[in-house]
């Protein structure tokens, strides 16, 4: 991207409104009692952003290791703070809609009694995020070598994941270079 996604404009051509960063914090704060954000060399930046969202930001000390233990070191701050699940959301893709984060919500506390360790939206037949994850899911990613990726683990215990159909384009909206971003505003994706 040449510049930090969390600081970007949400949504896309609107300064002054938000961030990709503030727009996340804002969804998950309804349904959560604690909304923490991984930082890594960027931390000082994100830190204001973090604060005046009523965030928890918890610092990723080597994250020249990859996104994954960045990952890691969120769900491990998750049991620290003694919580059971986790909502994960990521920095480069637009805020689902609320009503896709209530769906998933109430999936999961349906799912988790059943056997399922975690509800991840899908649309269009792709999977994506954010995704809602119990106890079981965490110490699955804990257990991972830092080498891993989200997606293996998802894999090896895809009998315990359900698969949720959403009518929200965000899920699988995803922004990695400035076309991305481009293509998200010309296309007015959705905001919460």
């Known amino acids: 991207m040449g510049r930090d996604k969390a600081l970007l404009a949400w949504p896309p051509g609107a300064p002054g409104r938000g961030t ?3 727009a996340a914090i804002e969804l998950l704060q309804p349904p959560s009692d604690l909304v923490i954000v991984v930082a890594g060399k960027n931390a000082d930046s994100l830190e204001t952003i973090v604060d005046a969202a ?9 994250p020249e290791r990859g996104q994954f233990s960045s990952l890691q070191v969120g769900l491990q701050e998750v049991l620290n703070h003694g919580r059971d699940a986790a909502i994960i959301a990521l920095v480069d893709r637009p805020p689902a809609q609320p009503r896709t984060l209530g769906r998933l919500c109430e999936a999961f506390r349906d799912a988790y009694e059943s056997g399922k360790w975690a509800v991840v939206p899908e649309h269009d037949g792709r999977h994506g995020h954010p995704i809602l994850i119990g106890r079981e899911m965490i110490e699955a990613f804990l257990r991972a070598p830092a080498t891993s990726s989200a997606r ?7 009998a315990h994941i359900l698969y949720v159909p959403v009518d929200d384009p965000n899920v699988v909206a995803n922004m990695d270079t400035p076309e991305d971003y481009e293509r998200l505003a010309q296309a007015r994706v959705q905001t919460p």
Not at 54 to 62: D, K, P, S, T
């Open 20 to 22: 990709f960063l503030s």
């Open 54 to 62: 009523a965030g928890y930001l918890v610092v990723n000390r080597y």
């Open 152 to 158: 293996e683990v998802e894999h090896s215990v895809q």
